[in-house]
């Protein structure tokens, strides 16, 4: 039998492990909770910094948002099932869109954290509190899904343009 927790989310008995009973949340599947994470799409295609750096910024926002959100009960409850923490990777164009979109944030009362990369003090993604997808602000909603500017083909053509974008200066 299911008990109801804070934030939505029940519990429940899922079965015995060699330590006892494991309670493990049942999920809200009509409105579950969702964290986005905004990435900067120029420190890839102006900057030259690998795909991989630009994930680990966005991986670095939303330890730090958790980290100091600790105490929300939407973060307790998003925490309470890690079989499902979804998330959204979106992506802005440059800094400017980064800054705005985190001051928009701000100004709706829209809990995050905007990481800046140290000692350069370069502002790389934003990660939002968890939140029910019913709640989440337009301003986030509207971004696109973030993808590589370069993907990775086997044709002809794609090796080119991988040629071509690892031969650009890098600023």
């Not at 964290?35 to 910024?57: C, E, F, N, Y």
């Not at 670095?60 to 600790?70: E, F, G, I, N, P």
């Not at 992506?91 to 709706?108: C, G």
Request: hydrophobic share 40%; aromatic share 4%.
């Amino acid at each position: 039998m299911a008990a109801k927790e804070s934030g939505g989310v029940e519990s429940a008995v899922a079965g015995e492990g060699s330590h006892g009973p494991m309670n493990v949340p049942v999920i809200n599947q009509e409105d579950p909770f969702i964290m986005h994470v905004i990435l900067r799409a120029d420190l890839i295609t102006k900057l030259g910094w690998p795909v991989g750096s630009v994930v680990a910024q966005g991986c670095h926002a939303v330890s730090a948002v958790l980290a100091t959100h600790m105490d929300n009960p939407d973060v307790q409850a998003y925490l309470k099932d890690v079989s499902h923490l979804t998330k959204a990777v979106v992506q802005v164009r440059n800094e400017a869109k980064l800054r705005n979109l985190s001051a928009k944030l701000t100004e709706k009362g829209v809990q995050h954290h905007l990481w800046l990369e140290l000692p350069e003090n370069i502002p790389t993604a934003i990660a939002t509190v968890p939140t029910r997808k019913s709640n989440v602000d337009k301003a986030v909603r509207k971004l696109q899904l973030f993808q590589d500017p370069f993907p990775r083909t086997s044709t002809a053509e794609g090796k080119v343009k991988q040629r071509e974008a690892d031969a650009a200066p890098s600023l």
